[in-house]
């Protein structure tokens, strides 16, 4: 009998055939399905990733041009700052120099000032009076120094003002070159796409650089600049205006007191014609001030005899009480009375002696005055052909003094001028 040759092996049964078949079938459509919604969920990725790439580039972009209308427009603010500020450095600079000029200016008058001054120590004797001619020139030196150091405090503070300007218009520049750059930068990004040449990959190019500030710092910033040079023009205007009011009040001022010294002159050489009927009208005067103030000493002489018998009185009164026995020593108000009696007696005799020697020196100088008067007679005369001189020199005053120009270094001669030992102890008095 022949027999069946059998291969080796499981065997399925048909139900599991058909299960197999199924189940590959299940598992095809699923990994279709899979597949289907992995390409569109690639493809939803694709359309929102070029999307947002495109906005991306595309608000970037705008902010580029925004921020370079922000810079341009900063760099345009700094272009107006910076002319700004040289057409204030150049008038602060025109000022200062006309200043200067008043200043030299100055050197004549103090010079016939002190000329004038120099002249009249050749008074002699009660005639070496400060009068309201001396006074009016001693006025006069000190109006033009003052004046003087007037002009230099400003020219100094001109100085330390285009200093200001100065570093202003510095820090300006400083920034106006950085707005510069920065547009540049900002320009070449801008034109900057795809197909560029010069586009790479770069090693961490969203590092935060040394140095970087945020924007309010980047504006404030150029604020700052932008407000200290504004508040360095403004106070160079108000110093200009200062400078020119200076100007014009010193020169003013020394006009006015050199007609008023030139008044007080010519009124103090009439006065010199008239001196003789005036001194004695001075001494009868003087004479009968004199018989009063010994009239007036004489009583309060009297009065302050009379006060210490009231205080000797009080001081009695005051000694008996304490003699009183046991309890009747007591703080009464006799007792409170006499106190206050002795402290106002002590006040008043204090006072009437006070008087008493305020009385007796004037009636000290009155005497002295006495004998001025009638000694100064014959001192008239030299004074009267000092004062012309003074007036003769005081001519050279008319030309004005921006106009003169002297024959001598009058800043250097006026400044080593030495004056007498008595008229600088004058001067230093005054």
Not at 96 to 104: F, R
Request: hydrophobic letters at 35%; proline letters at 3%; aromatic letters at 4%.
């Amino acid at each position: 009998m022949t027999m069946l040759s059998v291969k080796p092996g499981q065997r399925f049964t048909l139900p599991d055939w058909h299960t197999n078949s199924e189940l590959i079938s299940a598992n095809a459509e699923r990994q279709r399905s899979a597949s289907h919604c992995i390409r569109q969920e690639a493809r939803v990725l694709r359309n929102e990733t070029n999307n947002q790439t495109k906005w991306d580039e595309h608000d970037n972009q705008t902010r580029l041009a925004e921020r370079i209308n922000s810079v341009n427009r900063w760099k345009e603010t700094l272009d107006k700052c910076l002319a700004d500020i040289d057409a204030e450095i150049d008038a602060l600079a025109k000022v200062k120099e006309a200043a200067e000029h008043a200043l030299q200016a100055k050197n004549l008058p103090l010079d016939v000032a002190i000329e004038c001054l120099t002249l009249r120590e050749s008074r002699r004797a009660i005639d070496m009076v400060r009068d309201p001619v001396e006074e009016m020139l001693r006025k006069e030196v000190e109006v033009i120094e003052k004046a003087k150091r007037d002009l230099q405090q400003r020219v100094d503070e001109a100085f330390e003002q285009l200093c200001l300007l100065q570093e202003a218009r510095q820090q300006l520049s400083f920034d106006h070159r950085g707005k510069m750059e920065a547009l540049e930068i900002d320009r070449v990004c801008l034109s900057l796409n795809v197909s560029s040449p010069n586009i790479s990959f770069k090693v961490n190019p969203t590092r935060i650089p040394d140095g970087s500030a945020s924007l309010q710092e980047w504006d404030d910033y150029s604020q700052c600049n932008k407000d200290h040079a504004e508040a360095a023009m403004k106070a160079s205007n108000e110093l200009r205006e200062a400078i020119a009011l200076t100007i014009a009040q010193t020169n003013n001022g020394l006009e006015a007191q050199r007609v008023a010294t030139e008044f007080a002159l010519r009124k103090r050489i009439r006065n010199l014609e008239k001196a003789y009927d005036e001194l004695k009208w001075q001494e009868k005067n003087t004479l009968e001030e004199i018989a009063e103030m010994e009239e007036d000493i004489r009583r309060l002489e009297d009065d302050l005899r009379r006060k210490m018998q009231d205080l000797k009185l009080a001081h009695t009164r005051l000694e008996t009480r304490t003699y009183r026995p046991n309890l009747e020593l007591c703080r009464d108000q006799v007792q409170y009375g006499l106190t206050d009696e002795v402290q106002q007696l002590e006040g008043m005799i204090s006072a009437l002696k006070q008087k008493l020697a305020q009385s007796q020196d004037a009636l000290d100088a009155l005497c002295k005055q006495l004998y001025r008067i009638q000694t100064d007679t014959g001192y008239k005369a030299n004074s009267l052909v000092l004062d012309n001189k003074c007036m003769d020199s005081r001519r050279k005053l008319t030309v004005p003094a921006e106009k003169f120009v002297p024959e001598v270094d009058t800043f250097n001669r006026t400044t080593n001028r030495t004056l007498s030992p008595l008229k600088s102890r004058q001067l230093e008095l005054a």
